[in-house]
């Protein structure tokens, strides 16, 4: 089977996302929330870094439960920093802890992260290849930004979009291509 140029078919863990994750549409919040810390986490490095570390990364901030990380504090923070198997970039982890308290606040005010997204999205999915930003990454960066969290430029939220299933990306080259 011919998958996307940029997975690395020597790494099962790639290969799995690609095939049973990467593109397919998804409004859960929880995973919606896990998506984005990750995604944050990748900015400056490649996705299977961070996709490798996956496991650890839901072993040290608790399961991604979001009431937990909110809360956490410079203890909880020193102790990330330790943890020799996550990313352990301070800013990234900081990021994370202020990130998570306003997707919470996103959440309330919008009923969920979902209906916020649909705000943008028009809950469409948009089909494009090649591309590594476009206007909706653009305009949700920009709000994500004004809104106050970190990490979330344009190029890290089309990732985070193609992740959630929101822009459907696999190349022409590849057996899940299509283009609508």
């Not at 140029?5 to 397919?24: M, R, V």
């Not at 929330?33 to 961070?50: D, H, K, R």
């Not at 996956?54 to 504090?73: G, L």
Request: glycine content about 4%; hydrophobic content about 30%; charged content about 30%.
């Amino acid at each position: 089977m011919t998958r996307c140029k940029w997975c690395n078919l020597k790494n099962p863990k790639y290969i799995e996302y690609h095939d049973n994750e990467w593109c397919k549409p998804n409004s859960d919040d929880k995973y919606l929330y896990e998506m984005l810390i990750l995604e944050s986490f990748q900015a400056g490095l490649s996705w299977e870094c961070v996709l490798n570390k996956r496991e650890y990364f839901k072993e040290a901030f608790d399961n991604f439960d979001i009431d937990k990380i909110c809360d956490y504090n410079d203890t909880k923070v020193k102790e990330l920093l330790k943890n020799e198997k996550i990313i352990r970039n301070k800013l990234k982890i900081q990021a994370t802890i202020n990130n998570s308290k306003i997707f919470k606040k996103i959440q309330n005010d919008f009923g969920s992260f979902y209906n916020y997204l649909k705000k943008f999205t028009n809950n469409k999915i948009i089909y494009e290849i090649d591309k590594t930003t476009n206007q909706l990454s653009d305009n949700l960066s920009k709000d994500l930004q004004k809104r106050g969290m970190k990490f979330v430029g344009s190029t890290i939220i089309y990732s985070y979009l193609q992740a959630i299933g929101v822009i459907y990306s696999h190349g022409k080259e590849c057996f899940m291509y299509k283009n609508k």
